[in-house]
């Protein structure tokens, strides 16, 4: 008995129904109820992809009209450079320096937040399709272990056979790594935001423009245009 997966980035949540009612039933007869929470969580730990994509789309348009900007100002620089220099000139061009360079970190700290949310949603979404398979997996192995001969002579010894058990406990074991490897992901990616919010919040807007770039005499046309 197998379990579909939801592909990365797939907006479908797919749940295996049968599968997981086969093991919370059989964990109940076995005394081990705490498996059906288990299993309600991790209806859960799928989430809404939809939702996780659109923010993280939010974030890299917003990175691309402060691209565009800065290719703008590269071009007009190009366009000065050709015709000018002096002093004014010369406080422009170590100005736009600042401003290129801050657009720029702008532009790169936008991008690597969208990349982080789709990062972890990949990531969210192979830890789901992995408990998921294990719910088939425990469910096949139950299934097995209650097909067989060995427990029609079980049965009438004990309501729950051996090898159903042993499915149980290690359905746990394997549910209970994953958790850990799903708290381990959103803790590094919490970091990995405070990282980047630390990074913003240590850029620094331009000053306002030198005031000899407003002087006409500062402004030279160069000696190839003479």
């Not at 192995?141 to 406990?169: G, M, R």
Request: hydrophobic share 40%; charged share 20%.
């Amino acid at each position: 008995m197998t379990s579909p997966t939801v592909p990365i980035g797939s907006t479908a949540e797919v749940f295996p129904e049968q599968p997981a009612q086969v093991v919370i039933e059989w964990a109940e007869k076995a005394g081990q109820t705490v498996i059906r929470g288990i299993i309600d969580e991790i209806r859960d730990w799928l989430g809404h992809p939809e939702e996780v994509r659109r923010i993280a789309q939010l974030w890299s348009d917003a990175s691309t009209p402060i691209g565009q900007a800065n290719e703008g100002i590269v071009t007009a620089r190009t366009d000065l450079t050709a015709y000018w220099e002096g002093p004014a000139y010369d406080a422009f061009n170590s100005y736009m320096d600042h401003v290129n360079q801050t657009i720029t970190d702008t532009q790169t700290l936008l991008g690597e937040e969208a990349n982080a949310i789709i990062a972890l949603r990949s990531q969210i979404t192979e830890t789901y399709n992995a408990a998921i398979m294990f719910i088939g997996e425990c469910a096949a192995a139950i299934y097995d272990a209650t097909a067989s001969v060995l427990w029609n002579i079980e049965q009438l010894w004990a309501a729950v056979p051996a090898a159903v058990t042993q499915a149980l406990s290690a359905f746990m074991t394997k549910v209970t790594d994953l958790a850990t490897k799903a708290t381990t992901i959103v803790t590094e990616y919490g970091q990995g935001i405070l990282a980047i919010t630390q990074r913003a919040s240590d850029l620094r807007p331009p000053n306002d423009a030198p005031r000899a770039i407003s002087e006409p005499d500062n402004w030279t046309v160069n000696e190839a245009n003479r």
